[in-house]
């Protein structure tokens, strides 16, 4: 049994789409980074979907760099993380407001 | 068969992304995240992607979600407070993000028919064709993401080091 190509592009969209809503309604800082780490998984998915429709190999190397800048990001932003915890004593985004208008 | 893997896996998928939004406790979320890298991983080598799936869960559910559950320990952090959250997000993230899903849905069953389906096995990417790949037509991009983790790993470590 075969499965529709387009039933991996939707439930990448899908897992878009809520990646997108736990960054807007998400209160933690820890877990709207993890938000954004869904979005990226969710267009990895659709890199490797193109890929098998188009028969190219590079979607997947893509992905593998998608990968590579994913674990650069979750890195640098752990580390602002931890240091605006050690400033404030909050993860609370509520809280970090100093340079919103 | 293939439809029943993708049934059941993609019905993970989903169930624990509505998890990591729903748990109030990062470290609930985590491992939700967790699950649904895992559960990503099965889809990968579904679609003949047999590098990218091993990939997907030694990078991505292993070493960066270990660094996310790290630093979730380190930093002890406890349930999230619910606070009202920003009243444009709600009035207007809401219905945008409802149309985005709606028009995006709308625009790949136009495009990609049920017929042009995918089944276990026609296509295979090989790990050695993609490492060819990487070390001919993206050598360049390949040599300036090591450069691009040489200053993250020394961005983390100037950020994150305590000030004498």
Not at chain 1, 30 to 45: D, G, K, P, Q, R
Not at chain 2, 18 to 36: E, F, K
Not at chain 2, 71 to 94: D, F, K, Q, W
Not at chain 2, 148 to 159: H, K, P, R, S, W
């Amino acid at each position: 049994m075969t499965v529709p190509i387009s039933w991996y592009l939707i439930l990448s969209a899908v897992l878009f789409v809520m990646g997108v809503a736990g960054f807007l309604f998400k209160r933690n800082i820890i877990t709207i980074f993890m938000s954004i780490e869904l979005m990226l998984n969710a267009v990895n998915l659709s890199f490797v979907a193109f890929s098998y429709v188009l028969r190219q190999l590079s979607g997947q190397v893509f992905v593998f760099f998608v990968m590579v800048v994913a674990a650069a990001e979750a890195a640098v932003g752990l580390a602002i993380i931890i240091v605006v915890f050690r400033n404030r004593d909050s993860l609370n985004v509520d809280d970090i407001e100093l340079m919103k208008w | 068969m293939d439809k029943v893997l993708f049934l059941i896996f993609a019905g993970i998928a989903l169930g624990a992304a509505v998890n990591l939004l729903r748990s109030r406790h990062p470290i609930h979320s985590a491992l939700s995240l967790i699950g649904v890298m895992g559960a990503l991983a099965v889809l990968y080598l579904l679609l003949g992607a047999e590098f990218i799936a091993a990939v997907q869960v030694i990078v991505y559910a292993g070493a960066i979600m270990v660094l996310f559950v790290f630093t979730i320990m380190l930093l002890n952090v406890g349930a999230e407070v619910p606070t009202s959250g920003s009243m444009l997000a709600r009035y207007l993230g809401i219905p945008l993000l409802a149309l985005f899903l709606l028009q995006l849905v709308r625009l790949l069953l136009g495009q990609y028919p049920p017929d042009q389906a995918s089944s276990f096995g026609t296509f295979v990417g090989p790990t050695e064709k993609i490492g060819r790949l990487l070390f001919t037509q993206y050598l360049l991009p390949f040599e300036v993401t090591s450069v691009l983790i040489l200053v993250a790993v020394m961005g983390a470590v100037v950020l994150a080091r305590r000030k004498p």
